[in-house]
């Protein structure tokens, strides 16, 4: 190790400890496989190259991370209540490229023109990032009414939601990607680094304490169990299972509307393909961090640390100069072993 | 206090697509009251008590509690209401604590937000101590077995501090001294003032424990008992089945039964199910088990033809050890079943007749390379549509359209085909018209006359005592009596009375 990474990786440490020192976060890392599993990875990646420790490096990983890891809070809660969200990546396309259309409407109406050479958004950053989420949210609340009301399977009406997202996208945008290099500030999420931190790294950090916090410390995180646990106990006891699973999608919308905004500000772009796959990407860090698909079983702290080993494990790929496919082959062998691992586990606590 | 009762049902009604479940029926309980009701299975006990606890609502009927009209629509209402109910198959999250589900939905706050998981600790001990149960709150619910799941549910309900406490039968599961300790509880509530409403199938235990009983039949209230009335077993029993109106054609076949058991069972036990089962089949008898739900005649039945496996003891065909444990097993050793559920486990509903026929002989009907031979798929299909009179456009018909009957039929023409020694039916005329009831019964007696072997279950005593040469009770797992046709013991009331008590 040079002294180079020794210096970044305790720059990078040494800020996050100092944003996280008043929380009981550090107590829960003490008790878990999966934290050593990040260790161990860590150690490999030192071992892969030079570069790895080197804080553009860890900077670059946290973003990533962020992005994966917010679309996988909220997919956290979905599948706790026994349901899924496939169409979290259509939403994250889709939701932004309404925003612009609904604020260059709104905007013209003021004689301002927020796009100018057909492809540049000059203006109205403000406006699109809030409708970004208000539509991100509605779609979420959408494929929760056409899941519990009109009891549609979970499955089918995200993965319709999916294809019909995707689509809608296109024909806003009439297939153009757009751009933001124009926008001024626009880039301030997916780049801005604070105390050698990433900002939006700091967001999915906050978003994960406060995620943590209500489901394992308030009644709205019993309830959430309860329903995916035993949706008759939940209502037996006089819980609105109904609603809960709505709002679930919900959060789950409001995920995809904020990791789009990170994932586009640092692209400086949007366009209709963006995301693709993500949703399995987000399926597969809940799953890996331990939730399981029977509902009711699963922590968030889980979810929270395996999307950063994932985002190692991207990066170590890379790092070795492998082409991407290779990291679908360990991703996927990552899903399998670890449900087994999970599965067996508590085959083995329920015989004692 | 006014004269009005605690709680007070008036000309209470409910039906389900098909089924009348309860006719008019007038209830009433009153504080430190301990009320039974009791009736066969289907009688609209569960129907009753849920209504009161807010799973159901009546379509016609009233509800007063302290003579206020009130409307339960929802088991929300019912708590506010007083209202706290044991139900019959714990209602539980099992991946949460005991603590947890005892406080779901009600749990102790340390400022606005956050839980407070020690007061809960704490009370949950309070109240499994109350009940003599030494559970830690802090286990999984599903870590418990199948009686401290149930104390959990009593001590959920009783955390409502209810004035109403409704026991949805409760004691299926339990053991005598929990049995015992239940109803020292039940006592120690009543005298609070709590009322208690109580489903039981255990008669004699009723009996002692009621201050009054309501009986049901067929969703209607026909008999009321106090304490003060000298109430017998015999004499609830006959409120419960009531006047059979219907001729039962006897048939004493016995001379068809040979000596040799073809089925041997020697102590055969599932751990949770049954225990120490012995019985021998004979060749050209029908074997009938009664017993009421829960009892493990269905399980037995399952683990004879190897769906379930056992956990001890042997079985023998034809003086042979036999070793079951999967259908296939079953079949190849002579063994064949139908069971309760024809259309999900006896049929493909959506492939035809004669695909469901032949199923289980394909290997029997292909040639030398082994193909299968469509006409012989075919005759054998039309042989047993004609012989057992299946009523069908034809055998390409999916199996799906024919009426529970023919449907059944078709099941047992696939054992008929493959030529089995033992045959068990478990409810073979369920769902089935009173018409076709009869062309069943005469079937197996006509495989009986063919030398077969045949075990029939089923939860209508007359059925069992119209062809059965023999019937075996089974209470709690074990066989606790036998009745021969040719004694005066073999009638409903009697066997009913040994079910119950």
């Not at chain 1, 105390?195 to 978003?207: E, G, K």
């Not at chain 1, 029977?294 to 492998?322: D, P, W, Y």
């Not at chain 2, 569960?46 to 609502?57: A, C």
Request: charged content about 20%; some cysteine.
């Amino acid at each position: 190790m040079n002294l180079d990474s020794k210096n970044s990786i305790s720059q990078l440490l040494s800020s996050v400890r100092e944003i996280t020192k008043e929380n009981k976060f550090l107590d829960l890392i003490k008790k878990n496989i999966i934290v050593l599993i990040l260790i161990f990875l860590l150690v490999l990646g030192t071992l892969t190259s030079g570069t790895f420790l080197s804080l553009y490096n860890l900077q670059n990983i946290a973003i990533n991370v962020s992005i994966f890891g917010i679309l996988a809070i909220g997919q956290t809660l979905v599948l706790l209540t026994k349901q899924i969200d496939l169409s979290v990546g259509a939403n994250m396309a889709f939701s932004l490229i309404a925003a612009i259309k609904i604020t260059q409407i709104l905007m013209s109406q003021f004689g301002v023109n927020i796009i100018q050479e057909a492809n540049y958004v000059n203006s109205g950053m403000l406006t699109i990032i809030v409708f970004t989420i208000v539509v991100s949210n509605l779609i979420g609340l959408l494929n929760g009414i056409i899941t519990v009301k009109a009891k549609v399977p979970p499955l089918i009406t995200t993965l319709g939601m999916l294809y019909a997202l995707r689509g809608f996208a296109y024909v806003l945008s009439k297939g153009h990607p757009l751009y933001f290099t124009y926008l001024q500030g626009f880039n301030w999420l997916g780049t801005k680094i604070l105390f050698n931190v990433p900002v939006c790294f700091l967001f999915y950090l906050v978003i994960g304490i406060v995620g943590i916090l209500i489901l394992k410390y308030t009644k709205i995180g019993t309830k959430i169990y309860a329903t995916g646990g035993n949706e008759k106990a939940a209502i037996y006891s006089g819980i609105n299972s109904d609603l809960w699973r709505i709002i679930v999608y919900g959060v789950s919308g409001f995920c995809a509307g904020f990791a789009t905004l990170i994932y586009s500000s640092r692209l400086e772009s949007v366009e209709v393909a963006q995301a693709t796959g993500y949703e399995f990407i987000s399926v597969a860090i809940v799953v890996i961090g331990g939730t399981t698909l029977e509902g009711g079983r699963g922590r968030l702290f889980g979810t929270f640390l395996a999307a950063i080993i994932l985002g190692v494990v991207i990066n170590i790929i890379t790092l070795m100069g492998l082409i991407v496919w290779y990291q679908n082959i360990i991703i996927g062998i990552i899903i399998i072993s670890a449900v087994f691992a999970y599965i067996k586990g508590i085959r083995v606590k329920k015989r004692t | 206090m006014n004269n009005e009762p605690l709680l007070k049902l008036v000309e209470i009604s409910k039906t389900f697509p098909g089924v009348k479940a309860l006719r008019e029926v007038d209830f009433s309980v009153n504080y430190g009251e301990v009320v039974s009701v009791v009736g066969q299975n289907g009688a609209g006990k569960s129907t009753l008590v849920n209504i009161i606890g807010g799973i159901y609502t009546p379509d016609n009927g009233n509800i007063f509690i302290n003579g206020q009209k009130v409307r339960i629509s929802n088991p929300g209402i019912a708590e506010k209401l007083g209202i706290g109910m044991v139900h019959q198959e714990p209602t539980l999250v099992p991946m949460m604590t005991v603590s947890a589900n005892l406080f779901l939905n009600k749990e102790h706050l340390k400022n606005i937000f956050f839980l407070n998981f020690e007061k809960m600790k704490e009370e949950s001990n309070k109240i499994l101590d109350v009940l003599g149960f030494n559970i830690n709150p802090e286990t999984l619910v599903e870590n418990l077995s199948l009686v401290e799941r149930g104390v959990v549910e009593t001590a959920k309900a009783m955390l409502l501090n209810p004035r109403i406490l409704i026991f949805d039968e409760v004691t299926a599961t339990l053991g005598i001294s929990e049995v015992e300790r239940l109803f020292k509880l039940i006592q120690e509530l009543k005298s609070k003032g709590i009322a208690i409403i109580f489903i039981s199938h255990r008669l004699q235990e009723t009996i002692q424990i009621s201050d009054r009983i309501v009986v049901l039949r067929d969703g209607k209230k026909v008999g009321e008992f106090n304490r003060k009335d000298k109430v017998s077993l015999k004499g609830i029993i006959n409120l419960m089945i009531g006047e059979k109106v219907e001729e039962r054609k006897e048939r004493a076949k016995e001379i068809y039964i040979y000596d040799e058991p073809i089925l041997t069972v020697k102590n055969l036990s599932k751990i949770g199910y049954f225990k120490d089962i012995n019985f021998n089949l004979y060749k050209g008898e029908i074997l009938g088990f009664a017993g009421l739900k829960g009892a493990g005649i269905t399980e037995l039945l399952k683990t004879l033809y190897g769906t379930l496996i056992k956990d001890f003891g042997d079985v023998y065909l034809k003086n042979k050890k036999v070793i079951i444990q999967k259908p296939r097993d079953a079949i190849k050793n002579g063994i064949g079943m139908i069971t309760n559920d024809r259309q999900k486990e006896g049929l493909a509903l959506i492939r035809s007749i004669e695909e469901n026929i032949t199923i289980s002989s394909l290997d029997y009907l292909t040639n030398m390379f082994n193909f299968l031979k469509p006409n012989i798929l075919r005759r054998s299909a039309e042989r047993y549509i004609s012989t057992l009179d299946i009523k069908t456009t034809s055998l390409k018909q999916e199996a799906l359209y024919l009426s529970g009957g023919n449907q059944q039929k078709v099941v047992l023409a696939k054992l008929l085909l493959r030529g089995l020694d033992v045959i068990i039916v478990d409810e073979p005329t369920k769902g089935i018209d009173v018409k076709t009831k009869v062309v069943m019964h005469n079937l197996l007696i006509e495989l009986k006359e063919k030398g077969k072997g045949i075990i029939v279950a089923s939860p209508e005593i007359p059925e069992l005592l119209s062809i059965c040469d023999r019937i075996l009770i089974v209470a709690s797992g074990r066989i606790v009596k036998e009745v021969k046709r040719s004694t005066n013991l073999f009638n409903e009331s009697n066997i009913l009375e040994t079910m119950y008590s």
